[in-house]
């Protein structure tokens, strides 16, 4: 079936570097991307989303791409903070508009 | 302004045990949405409610029930608990419609089923 995936379940960086945490998906319909960041024992908070219609989308400090030609999502934060330090997850929308769906989450760890 | 917020936040079942979880939002939002989350595993969609009085199966329903009480609360109950069940689950709402918009998520109810 179709699905959302990530490529690195781990990535480490050096506080003060630029992280880019990537993002497959499968679905050629899906037309609403979405980056969550989950703290340790908390729920999920929202980082930045993207329609099918755009290649680009910055907010502060981070930046999503979108590659339609090749299913791929990107996430990219600048001069990365130890407070940066959690698992991200990309979401899709399929299923006809009706739910959101996950990918397996991949977490940043920053080093001092 | 207290977002979602979900009770209790830790509960040791054993099996064959019933339960209730709640879910209450003060954003007057439409939308609310239950999840669960496994370790290593994204968040997978249990129900949801598009609005009051309406509820929808979402990828994994099997042995859960919902109700959606007014349009702040919206409640996932375990008739039978079984040890396939034991999860971390989360509540969130949305005011932008299903499947497109932010959702908001409560801070998750540890679920522990012997």
């Known amino acids: 079936g179709e699905s959302v995936g990530l490529h690195l379940p781990t990535l480490s960086v050096q506080e003060g570097d630029n992280s880019i945490i990537n993002c497959a998906y499968s679905?050629?319909?899906?037309?609403?991307f979405i980056w969550y960041k989950q703290e340790s024992g908390k729920g999920p908070q929202f980082i930045i989303d993207?329609?099918?219609?755009?290649d680009k989308r910055q907010g502060q400090r981070v930046t999503v791409l979108l590659n339609k030609t090749v299913k791929h999502l990107s996430l990219q934060i600048a001069a990365t903070q130890p407070g940066d330090s959690a698992v991200y997850f990309c979401?899709?929308?399929?299923?006809?508009?009706?739910?959101?769906?996950f990918g397996g989450g991949t977490r940043l760890m920053v080093k001092p | 302004n207290a977002g979602v917020t979900q009770t209790p936040k830790f509960q040791v079942l054993k099996t064959g045990q019933s339960m209730t979880l709640q879910c209450a939002q003060d954003?007057?939002?439409?939308?609310m949405y239950w999840y669960r989350q496994d370790p290593g595993m994204g968040l997978r969609l249990i129900y949801y409610?598009?609005?009051?009085?309406?509820?929808d199966k979402g990828e994994v329903p099997n042995g859960y029930n919902v109700s959606r009480l007014n349009k702040r609360e919206f409640s996932l109950r375990l008739e039978s608990a079984a040890p396939s069940q034991t999860s971390v689950y989360f509540c969130?709402?949305?005011?932008?419609?299903?499947?497109?918009?932010?959702?908001?998520f409560g801070e998750g109810s540890r679920l522990t089923v012997l």
């Open positions: 969130a709402s949305s005011g932008r419609g299903l499947g497109a918009g932010e959702l908001f």
């Open positions: 679905n050629s319909a899906s037309d609403y």
């Open positions: 993207i329609r099918s219609n755009m």
């Open positions: 979401a899709e929308n399929w299923r006809g508009g009706n739910m959101l769906t």
């Open positions: 954003m007057n939002h439409n939308s």
């Open positions: 409610s598009a609005s009051e009085g309406t509820t």
